[in-house]
């Protein structure tokens, strides 16, 4: 099975930018959408963005976009999100996440996720 390894949380200032990993073990990404996911403190988890596997479409929430970019690495069975302009409001932690039993169209939407990272942390500072 997958599992999968977030790295490259922190703490920043407003403003600032911060690049998060999230490297899959144990297979590959292959036909598997890839996405982003946070959750602040009191709050439910919040879908943040999506890729798909061949084609590369992306899908980003109204909260991040234009700020964040998603990107992946099949060969290096990596996915990447590129954090820029970061804001307070998106401290949280921050879990990416694998899809690989429903079609792109489901995981650009946020659902079928089954394989999940442990999180890692944003901090965004005044």
């Known amino acids: 099975q997958v599992q999968l390894v977030e790295s490259g949380g922190g703490v920043v200032q407003a403003g600032g930018s911060l690049r998060l990993s999230c490297a899959a073990t144990?297979?590959?990404?292959?036909?598997?959408?890839g996405g982003w996911f946070r959750q602040a403190p009191g709050k439910e988890r919040e879908f943040v963005s999506a890729?798909?596997?061949?084609?590369?479409?992306?899908r980003y929430a109204d909260s991040v976009k234009g700020r964040f970019t998603i990107s992946r690495d099949n060969a290096r069975n990596t996915v990447y999100l590129q954090m820029d302009s970061l804001k307070p409001e998106d401290t949280a932690v921050y879990y990416c996440?694998?899809?690989?039993?429903?079609?792109?169209?489901?995981?650009?939407?946020?659902?079928?996720?089954?394989?999940w990272g442990q999180g890692t942390q944003v901090t965004v500072s005044s």
């Open positions: 144990g297979r590959t990404f292959s036909s598997h959408a």
């Open positions: 996440a694998a899809n690989s039993r429903y079609p792109d169209y489901v995981a650009l939407t946020g659902g079928g996720y089954n394989y």
């Open positions: 890729i798909t596997w061949s084609r590369r479409v992306t």
